[in-house]
Structure formats: structure tokens, C-alpha cells
């Protein structure tokens, strides 16, 4: 057989795969819709259980809990784990329907809100036509947890930069409001419902819910649902482990601002769970959650966190983090789509991103989907990661995000990211703090300012990351910026230099401020292809001066990109076939004709010229292997 090249780790290794075909020993089946259901009965097909739960209740080693289609508001607590591969339980959707685990329950009693000031103090909107409606929560539906109580951040808040935040979306209740499966906007006063239909506020003792429906319509024409549980499927007690998860829909579960990372799915700390075809939608704070939750819990010496596996599925609009994971090592993390995260708008707790691991070892992330991440990072892998491969990515559309992917703090071991593609990311800075620089006065500054961000890959104090055959484009600032933090190395032995990265083989293309920016020399770069790049776009910071050079400069200078090449195309990317089309510009590159044939430009993309291999990448981001002997930068054998 031959090898998965796609699952070669940095280390030359397979990714270790444990998966196996489980051996049921019993299968419990569940229908809610039925009438014949009932938790009493024996759980036979003929006989269906009602719940989840009372399956989870009785579920053993190498028990099958096959579900049928149906809308279940309950959070399924499993009270047993597997074994091993073979001796798994499974919950598994039937295959008839959406199975929908919803952490939302209907209300329908209404009355207008009387009591409370809607104009507010001095002059205001027209209130006239504003219909507001109030609801008074039923304390039977909360059973211990009460999310319109808590806030989104009750547990470690030692990290946010209170200064630099505005701390109102940490403030706001967890409790959300559903409109038909839309969620209202939540407002921290009742008058600024008077601004915004589709709003809503919660009283201070988290008893009563005033909203305003979009258009100012009756309640009663629409679906209302309140968040009354905290998750979908987690278990109650830690290190359950060897649990499958399978085609599951799970909704509006009320989770918190991590730390510590409680999600909708919850592996609560265990092991070799698999979650695969499931959807989680609508999150307030984390969808899925697959290590050691939080690092104010004991580490016990030996401890298997992660071994995990996230397939095939779809998380949609996390308030704060998609995927977390802390001290999660081994995962497998493919296939997925995940959208619309960072809607809370929480990116200076310094959890939120699409998906969020620390200290992650032999990883493996592949053929996931990133798309419309709001003020967070697609992916963040946060200190002491070795070993890991991010390969055959889509990066999309990063709304206010400082970077796509960021690695920090990471001194050990090689991490490869490799035929990606890296799409617009639009930076997250404020444009009223970029300096005005009239006439030539910019030009002759010893030193960029660093107001402007915007970066395709963000390594802070990481060494030996290894960036190869990636598409990188329409970055804000640019495509590789890096920095050391090396005095995060007293105390925590957490900091790098910025030193030994390997920058190969990709595409820049339309990068605004620089393709690559190295802190210092002790770097390599070599066969990409830069594509309509203006002026300085290659840096190097320290020593000072830093130097901003092009491509002949950066050859001769520091000896990087001897088979680099210049380009003035047009690309463009099929956001949906994740394939790019090269073709030749319809604009004309500034500049003199002497300063342009020294460039060297490439306007016909059939003149782009195969380059040395990387022995690290073997294959394109289809997964056809490399031809024999010299290859095309970028992450296609063959340009459209």
C-alpha cells in the first residue's frame, strides 16, 4: 500500500492512527418521535428508549446507541467510556434525519415590557412604535444552571488587557434569545433596545428577559427560544475516554468564555474520543472541547490527554473558540468546516480562534475549511508545540484578524505548514493610528512602525518553522512575520528566538506590506514565487537598520531565494474548488524600464520555472505526489 503523504509528520514519521472497527456487543436505540418510545422500555428497535440520556444511563463497552431522527433539549451525560479501539461507545444519528440535540427550550408565554425607562435620559429616538416583550424565566428549566446569571467570563481573567478591550461582551449574560434559530443581539441596557430592533437585555437577577423582536413583531408569529443548558453531550465526571460521537446537530449550548474550555461537545478531559459528521451551531462560547480543560486543574504524572479525533464536521458561529484543546497531544484534526467564530469579539482573553490548542505534539491538521473568523485566529497553537503538520488548509476571509494561523512560543522540534492556502486577512488594528507620513518624510524613517498587522502566519519566539508550497494572498501586512520573545524564558521556559525558519517554495501574492519579515538573518527562504510585490517587501528587522529589499537585493545581500522569481500576474481563487487561476495581468507594474528588467518580472504564467523540492513536502494539496525531480512553488503541480 502506498503511504498517505499527507500524513507524514515533520519528524518523517506516520501520523499514529488508532482508529479500529468497533466490536458492538449490544445496540440500544433511541426515537424520540415515536409514540411507542419510552425510557422504560428495553431499548430494542421495537421497543425505542425516549431519551439519549437513558441510553447513556445504561450504555456499557462496546455498546452501539443508534438515534433517530428528532429534536432531543437535553444535555446527554455518558456515565461509562470504551475500553479501547474495538470496545468504543458509540452514539451514532440513525441515518433517517437530523439528529438535533438543542440546550435551548421554547417559551411562549409573553406580555410588554412595563416598568423600565426606554427613552433613557436627554433626547433619544422615537419610541413611539417600539414594542418591547418580557419573560419571565421558569426556574424548572434550569435545573442548577442558570446562564442568563452568569456572565461569559467568571473563571480566569488574569489575561485580559482591560485597557485595551472593550470589556462588555466579557460582562454580558451567557443566556441567549433564538428568533426562529437567529439569535437576538444581547445589550447591556434596556434603553439601547431602543436603538436596534432584533435586541434583547436581562435583568439583574437574571429572572426576567426583555427582547425586541426584528420589525418590532409579535412574538407569537415566531419560534422563540431561550438557552437554558449549558452543553449538548458532557459527561459529568472527568477521563471518560473512548467515545464516539457520530452525525449528531447540537445547538445553542450556553457555554462560557474559556478558560476554563467547556464545550458544546465535551471530551471533559478524556481520551481517544472520535467526533465525527457532527454540526454545532450557534455556541456562545466554545463548540467542541478535547484536553485537560483548564491548567488550574492537577496534571498527574503520565496523563494521556488528547489522541483525539475531529472529522467531518461543521461548527458554525462559535462565540469564542471552534476547537480547544490544552495539552492536548496526538490529534487528528481533518475534513472540518468552521465558520463565522469570534462573534463575542473576545480575542484579548487570548482563547478565541477557529480552533485553539496548547503545548499540541505530533498533530495532525488537514483538509479543514477556516472560513469568516471575526477578531481571532483560524488556528493558534499556543507554546511548546512539536511536530506538528498543518496540510491542505483553506484560510479564508479573516474579518479584523491580526493573523491566520499563529504559533507562539515554541522552542522545540519542527512544525510543518505546508499546501495551504491563505486568503485575505484583513488585520486588526485601528487605521487612525497609522501615521501620516506627507511628502518624503517615510522614506528615510530607520524603522517601520508596527500599527499595521495583518499576517497570513504569525510565529512569536518560535524556532525551526518550516512554511513550504503555500498559495499566500491578500494579506493586510504580509505573508510570514515573526518576532522573538525570548525573556518569556525566564519562569515558564516558554519564549524562542525567531531563528531557523524555512521559508520554501510558496507563493506571495498581492501581500501589502512584505511577503516575509525575519527578526534576524539566522532564517532561510528559498524557490518562492513573489507575485505583484512592491518596493521593500522583503525584511529583514534586527540589526537595525532593518533592511527592506526586493528580490535581486535579497539574493545578493543575504545570499536567500537564489531560485526565487518576480512576478506581475493576476490570481484568483475559487473560494469553493479551493483553486487558483493564474493568468496574465491586465494592469502594467510601475516603475522605469531599467528598474523593471532588473526585476526580472514574470508575466506569462507558463514561464514560471519548477524549483528544488522540499524532501519535507512529498505531495500537492490534492495529494498527488510531487513529480520527479524539480517541482512548482505553491501548492499545485500544475498552474490553471
Not at 624 to 640: K, R, T
Request: negative net charge; charged residues 25%; hydrophobic residues 35%.
Amino acid at each position: 500500500m502506498k503511504p498517505d503523504l499527507s500524513a507524514i509528520l515533520p519528524d518523517g514519521n506516520l501520523f499514529p492512527f488508532w482508529e479500529k472497527d468497533c466490536k458492538s456487543t449490544n445496540t440500544l436505540y433511541i426515537d424520540g418521535a415515536n409514540p411507542a418510545a419510552s425510557d422504560t422500555n428495553d431499548g430494542t428497535e421495537a421497543y425505542p428508549l425516549k431519551t439519549i440520556q437513558r441510553a447513556a444511563d445504561l450504555a456499557e463497552p462496546g455498546t452501539k446507541v443508534r438515534i433517530h431522527a428528532g429534536l432531543y433539549r437535553e444535555c446527554v451525560r455518558p456515565r461509562k467510556g470504551g475500553t479501547d479501539p474495538e470496545h468504543m461507545i458509540c452514539y451514532e444519528a440513525f441515518g433517517d434525519g437530523p439528529v438535533m440535540i438543542r440546550a435551548s427550550e421554547e417559551v411562549t408565554a409573553f406580555s410588554p415590557s412595563t416598568g423600565w425607562r426606554l427613552r433613557g435620559f436627554g433626547p433619544g429616538p422615537d419610541v413611539s412604535n417600539v414594542k418591547i416583550y418580557a419573560h419571565r424565566l421558569d426556574p424548572d428549566m434550569f435545573r442548577g444552571y442558570n446562564p442568563f446569571c452568569a456572565v461569559n467570563i467568571l473563571h480566569d481573567r488574569l489575561f485580559i488587557e482591560y485597557d485595551k478591550t472593550d470589556m462588555t461582551p466579557y460582562l454580558n449574560r451567557r443566556g441567549c434569545v433564538f428568533c426562529d434559530g437567529k439569535p437576538l443581539k444581547q445589550v447591556p441596557l434596556y434603553q439601547d433596545m431602543a436603538k436596534a430592533d432584533g435586541t434583547y437585555w436581562v435583568e439583574h437577577n437574571g429572572q426576567t428577559v426583555h427582547f425586541r423582536l426584528p420589525g418590532d413583531d409579535d412574538p407569537a408569529n415566531h419560534r422563540i427560544e431561550l438557552t437554558v443548558r449549558e452543553q449538548c453531550f458532557a459527561p459529568e465526571e472527568p477521563f471518560l475516554s473512548y467515545i464516539k460521537v457520530k452525525g449528531l446537530v447540537c445547538e445553542h449550548a450556553a457555554t462560557g468564555a474559556p478558560v476554563p474550555q467547556r464545550g458544546a461537545i465535551s471530551a471533559f478531559r478524556g481520551h481517544h474520543w472520535v467526533i465525527e459528521d457532527c454540526e454545532v451551531n450557534w455556541s456562545n462560547g466554545v463548540a467542541i472541547d478535547v484536553g485537560n480543560e483548564c491548567w488550574h486543574h492537577e496534571h498527574f504524572p503520565g496523563q494521556t490527554i488528547g489522541h483525539s479525533v475531529i472529522r467531518g464536521c461543521t461548527i458554525r458561529d462559535a462565540g469564542v473558540c471552534g476547537i480547544a484543546g490544552l495539552f492536548a497531544e496526538e490529534m487528528l484534526i481533518e475534513d472540518n468546516v468552521i465558520e463565522g467564530t469570534g462573534w463575542q469579539r473576545m480575542e484579548l482573553s487570548w482563547e478565541a480562534g477557529a480552533i485553539k490548542l496548547h503545548n499540541s505534539v505530533n498533530a495532525l491538521f488537514r483538509r479543514n475549511v477556516f472560513r469568516n473568523t471575526l477578531r481571532a485566529d483560524h488556528l493558534w497553537m499556543d507554546c511548546g508545540n512539536e511536530n506538528n503538520r498543518i496540510t491542505g488548509n483553506l484560510f479564508l476571509n479573516g474579518i479584523e484578524q491580526r493573523e491566520a494561523i499563529f504559533i507562539e512560543c515554541t522552542r522545540d522540534g519542527v512544525n510543518l505548514i505546508d499546501n495551504n492556502i491563505i486568503w485575505n486577512v484583513e488585520g486588526r488594528f485601528d487605521p487612525a493610528k497609522v501615521p501620516v507620513e506627507p511628502g518624503s518624510s517615510g522614506w528615510y524613517k530607520l524603522k517601520e512602525h508596527d500599527v499595521v498587522n495583518g499576517y497570513a502566519i504569525y510565529g512569536e519566539g518560535t524556532d525551526r518553522l518550516h512554511i513550504s508550497h503555500n498559495l499566500i494572498g491578500k494579506c493586510r501586512y504580509g505573508g510570514y512575520y515573526a518576532k522573538p520573545v525570548s525573556f518569556r524564558m525566564a519562569g515558564f521556559d516558554r519564549g524562542g528566538t525567531s531563528r531557523k525558519a524555512k521559508i520554501f517554495n510558496n507563493i506571495f501574492y498581492d501581500c501589502g506590506e512584505a511577503a516575509i519579515c525575519f527578526p534576524t538573518a539566522d532564517n532561510e527562504a528559498e524557490g518562492n514565487l513573489y507575485v505583484n510585490m512592491r518596493g521593500g517587501y522583503l525584511r529583514v528587522m534586527y540589526p537595525e537598520p532593518e533592511n527592506c529589499l526586493n528580490l535581486p537585493a535579497w539574493k545578493e545581500f543575504y545570499g536567500f531565494d537564489q531560485t526565487g522569481q518576480n512576478a506581475w500576474l493576476d490570481v484568483s481563487l475559487n473560494e469553493e474548488t479551493a483553486r487558483a487561476a493564474f493568468s496574465p495581468s491586465a494592469s502594467q507594474p510601475f516603475g522605469l524600464p531599467k528598474q523593471l528588467e532588473r526585476l526580472r518580472l514574470i508575466l506569462d504564467p507558463a514561464q514560471i520555472q519548477p524549483v528544488a523540492p522540499d524532501p519535507f513536502v512529498r505531495s500537492d494539496r490534492t495529494g498527488a505526489p510531487h513529480p520527479d525531480g524539480n517541482v512548482l512553488p505553491g501548492p499545485f503541480n500544475h498552474l490553471d
